[in-house]
């Protein structure tokens, strides 16, 4: 893709700030007094369980949905009640949806180019996304990945500040993914905010400048990736034994390590949270030999997003 023009940073305040805001539906709260601010040009990746309120969130900085409660500000404006002056400046791309099935590839870049007074040439977009030779394909007929990449062209389309990204890579294969990290941390580099939600924690580790994690609607934790893997400990013990343990032994390998943190991965595979590794192998090799277990595989590591995502939001940790 040719290198975009870069883009002038907005002065003032962030790019993106949240202040105390909250969102219910019925009794449930789905954001709970949140607060959270994005410098212009800062990447920032939004995490969470399912049903963690990452969603609204998102919807209410793009202002399809009004906060109950508290302050919202996109480039000093508030998206929902000024959307006519916010949204030509801000690109989202969507997981799904919001594409004309029959729709061709060309065609779609052309409408979305007519609602920018400079829009960015559709070729140099579609060459850079891998796309240049579907043009008169239909968005049907394009796989999964395909589609993703067009949603991504279509973003970028009108030379956003701020850019919404939602599971940017679902879909993609291992080259279109690395391609798609390339683009968003070009436009990042250009200075262009963007705000990144998805599962997958190395697509986070890898882009983000620093990673919200949600739960509950409240955010829990907000800081660079190398700073929350260290929060969370620095090491992990892998162990892969021939088989599974059962519960009773899983507990009393606990005990014996000395530690709550322990993530089943299945098919006789643990990791363990550890505060001296070397001392915790050793006496988790005695342990298993007493037990007539064997090990195919007993290491250090240290701890990914992933393992602190799991401590922090309790999902499958023991």
Not at 112 to 124: G, K, T
Request: with cysteine; aromatic share 4%.
């Amino acid at each position: 893709m040719t290198s975009p023009a870069s883009q002038p940073r907005p002065t003032g305040p962030a790019a993106i700030s949240l202040s105390q805001v909250s969102k219910a539906y019925g009794a449930r709260m789905a954001v709970d007094r949140l607060d959270l601010e994005v410098p212009a040009g800062e990447l920032v990746a939004i995490v969470g369980p399912n049903g963690a309120g990452k969603t609204t969130t998102i919807e209410m900085m793009e202002g399809y949905r009004r906060p109950d409660r508290g302050v919202i500000r996109i480039l000093g404006l508030d998206p929902a009640r000024e959307s006519g002056k916010v949204r030509p400046l801000v690109g989202l791309m969507l997981q799904e949806g919001g594409i004309y099935p029959s729709i061709k590839v060309g065609e779609a870049l052309r409408l979305f180019s007519a609602y920018f007074r400079d829009p960015e040439p559709a070729a140099a977009l579609l060459e850079g996304v891998g796309l240049a030779d579907r043009v008169e394909r239909r968005y049907r007929q394009l796989s999964t990945g395909e589609k993703q990449r067009l949603s991504l062209a279509l973003a970028l389309v009108g030379r956003p500040l701020v850019l919404f990204l939602d599971e940017p890579t679902a879909g993609m294969d291992p080259r279109a993914r690395l391609l798609t990290w390339e683009i968003v941390k070009q436009r990042q580099r250009a200075g262009v905010t963007v705000v990144l939600t998805t599962h997958s924690m190395e697509e986070a580790e890898r882009l983000a400048d620093r990673v919200a994690v949600i739960k509950d609607g409240a955010l829990i934790a907000f800081d660079t990736p190398e700073r929350l893997r260290g929060e969370a400990g620095p090491d992990l013990l892998h162990v892969r034994l021939r088989e599974p343990l059962g519960a009773e032994r899983l507990e009393a390998m606990a005990r014996v390590v000395g530690t709550a943190r322990i993530r089943d991965r299945g098919r006789g595979t643990y990791d363990l949270g550890c505060e001296d590794p070397a001392r915790t192998a050793a006496d988790l090799a005695s342990w298993l030999a007493g037990q007539g277990l064997t090990f195919n595989q007993l290491r250090i590591g240290r701890a990914s997003l992933e393992d602190v995502f799991l401590t922090l939001t309790d999902e499958d940790s023991k």
